[in-house]
């Protein structure tokens, strides 16, 4: 059974900051690996998609990577703005053809 | 549509009372999921519908929870009979199959008073 846990809960960092947040996955037999970010009240907006067959993903100042054999996810925020803070979740994909969801890391970037 | 369309944006209910909350996909989208977040819990999955093959409802929380989906298009999540515990946000995303990632309506805010 695939259980998904990120690490911090919570960060606060100063404005330009470059920062990883971190996900880990017990099912290394994993099909796809989604990050997500949140707003308060809002719905999850789609940010990094990598596939069981890529290493990494690049978007903008994200950058995510999948490791399979260590069960890890990292995202990478570059040069952090206070417009970058959200929760941020990651969710895994495996056999049973349904993303499970970690509880997210709640990001405060100050200016 | 564009995105994923899910109405009502609020709902407020009384115990003990039906409601219904709808998802319109993405088009052409064949495989659609619910999901709901409780206040400062993660996501937990309900049930998702994958083109014509029967639903898996194994996420669904009781028997007062069902969801259809007609047409291979919209989708309806009834929640019979509500209780305070249901009062959560009900999350519908929708993927173009089964191993693609998902794309997320903004989602139905739920008020058992």
């Known amino acids: 059974k695939q259980e998904v846990t990120q690490i911090p809960a919570a960060l606060s960092v100063p404005e330009g900051e470059n920062l990883v947040l971190n996900c880990s996955f017990t099912d290394s037999a994993i099909y796809n690996l989604q990050w997500f970010r949140q707003d308060p009240g809002k719905g999850l907006t789609s940010l990094l998609l990598?596939?069981?067959?890529?290493r990494e993903q690049t978007s903008g100042r994200l950058n995510a990577s999948l490791d399979k054999s260590s069960g890890r996810s990292t995202l990478y925020i570059a040069a952090s703005q206070p417009g970058d803070s959200a929760t941020y979740l990651c969710?895994?994909?495996?056999?049973?053809?349904?993303?499970?969801f970690g509880t997210g890391t709640r990001l405060k970037v100050l200016a | 549509g564009a995105g994923v369309s899910q109405s009502p944006s609020n709902k407020v209910t009384e115990k003990g009372k039906d409601v219904e909350l709808r998802c319109d996909p993405i088009?052409?989208?064949?495989?659609l999921y619910w999901y709901r977040q409780s206040l400062g819990q993660g996501l937990e999955f309900l049930i998702y519908?994958?083109?014509?093959?029967?639903?898996?409802k194994s996420g669904l929380p009781s028997d007062r929870f069902s969801a259809e989906r007609t047409g291979g298009s919209v989708s309806t999540l009834t929640i019979q009979r509500t209780q305070q515990e249901d009062s959560a946000v009900y999350l519908c995303?929708?993927?173009?199959?089964?191993?693609?990632?998902?794309?997320f309506g903004s989602g139905t805010r739920l008020t058992v008073v």
């Open positions: 969710a895994g994909l495996s056999g049973t053809y349904k993303y499970i």
């Open positions: 519908f994958q083109g014509n093959s029967a639903p898996d």
């Open positions: 995303a929708s993927s173009p199959g089964l191993r693609n990632g998902y794309t």
């Open positions: 088009s052409g989208h064949t495989a």
């Open positions: 990598i596939q069981s067959s890529q």
